[in-house]
């Protein structure tokens, strides 16, 4: 009876120690990421990708909100060092249009706060991020911090990890 007391405890310590450090479930409870990751979608999380380089640019990021307790899904756009602006709902990445066949515009004849930004050079240590359903995401070009400042810059330390998206 103890032996299987034993590799209960252990299967249970295996698991818990899996879900911290290396992978986990989550769902999509948002449009945000609309088209590509639809609301209700169960995907994963990979929690060591991050441990060993940084993200790049395109991948879709979990991380803990700036403003909020709850975790989101957004993509990076920018990196350290990268000049971003948004001009008329286009992001202009190192003076080019950032060629997005990811991103969607719901009410593309209105005018919405973040549609003109010009948001400077990347900080080392962190990142841009937007959702791809763009006009209804609440994402790097709104937050503000605690003094009603832009918070358009993510630290890494915020990340919990790449999504991973199973065929």
Do not use: C
Not at 69 to 89: F, N, P, Q, W, Y
Not at 95 to 121: K, N, W
Not at 142 to 167: H, M, N, R, T, Y
């Amino acid at each position: 009876m103890r032996r299987i007391l034993f590799l209960a405890f252990l299967g249970v310590a295996a698991a818990l120690l899996l879900r911290v450090y290396v992978v986990e479930g989550i769902y999509i409870a948002s449009a945000s990421m609309e088209p590509t990751l639809s609301v209700g979608r169960h995907l994963f999380v990979n929690k060591l990708v991050y441990r060993f380089r940084p993200p790049r640019r395109g991948e879709m990021v979990v991380f803990s909100s700036p403003v909020e307790k709850k975790e989101l899904v957004k993509r990076v756009i920018g990196v350290a060092g990268d000049d971003i602006r948004i001009e008329a709902k286009q992001v202009i990445l190192n003076g080019s249009i950032l060629v997005e066949p990811y991103g969607q515009h719901t009410r593309a004849d209105e005018e919405l706060v973040g549609d003109d930004l010009d948001v400077g050079r990347v900080p080392p240590g962190h990142v841009f991020l937007l959702g791809d359903n763009r006009d209804e995401s609440g994402d790097s070009r709104d937050w503000l911090d605690a003094q009603g400042e832009d918070l358009f810059f993510i630290p890494l330390s915020l990340l919990k990890g790449k999504l991973v998206q199973l065929p």
